[in-house]
């Protein structure tokens, strides 16, 4: 909202106007009482974000999207990958002062099990080492979702989280989902 102003303060009413439809956009979304969405929908709510961040951020911001064709209409648990892209905004690229870039990338993935959704945010920000980290709200809150909507999976097919980081190298963390989800 305070990007809000400063569009106002400075006359940018074509900005502003934007900002503010995107905003509304992303509220709708989020009070929509369904639990589940498809890939799809979740990567138009985060364009909305990431164009709202880059208010702030200016040309610091950058972000690309790689996704399998086949799998933007998969189904996933609404809002599981944003606070995932916050995180890599807040903790990685911002620390940084520099330009920094967000990439998610989903595809399938196969493995002893089967096949999966991979679902890959990473960014070029600061990096930590696991022993530095401590898991805040949004982290949290993506693990425990992740449970409570893939729990009726059989043993071998629930969802998981990795994270991949290092000092100076950037953050990558991993969701790993059926391609099929059951209904909860």
């Not at 974000?49 to 648990?77: A, C, G, N």
Request: charge should be neutral.
């Amino acid at each position: 909202l305070g990007g809000f102003a400063a569009l106002n303060r400075m006359g940018d009413r074509e900005s502003l106007e934007r900002s503010i439809l995107a905003l509304k956009d992303m509220l709708r979304y989020t009070l929509d009482h369904e639990s589940i969405a498809t890939v799809n929908d979740e990567l138009v709510f985060i364009t909305k974000y990431l164009e709202l961040q880059k208010m702030r951020f200016q040309h610091r911001l950058k972000w690309e999207f790689s996704v399998d064709p086949d799998l933007r209409s998969m189904k996933i648990p609404k809002l599981i990958i944003q606070p995932l892209v916050e995180n890599a905004i807040i903790h990685g690229i911002e620390p940084t002062g520099e330009t920094g870039t967000i990439l998610i990338d989903i595809k399938k993935t196969i493995d002893e099990t089967g096949t999966w959704g991979l679902i890959a945010i990473e960014d070029t920000g600061i990096g930590f080492t696991l022993l530095m980290m401590k898991k805040g709200v949004g982290l949290s809150n993506v693990e425990r979702r992740l449970h409570l909507c893939y729990s009726n999976q059989s043993e071998h097919r629930k969802a998981g989280l990795r994270i991949l980081s290092e000092p100076g190298q950037g953050c990558r963390i991993e969701l790993k989902v059926p391609l099929e989800l059951k209904s909860v």
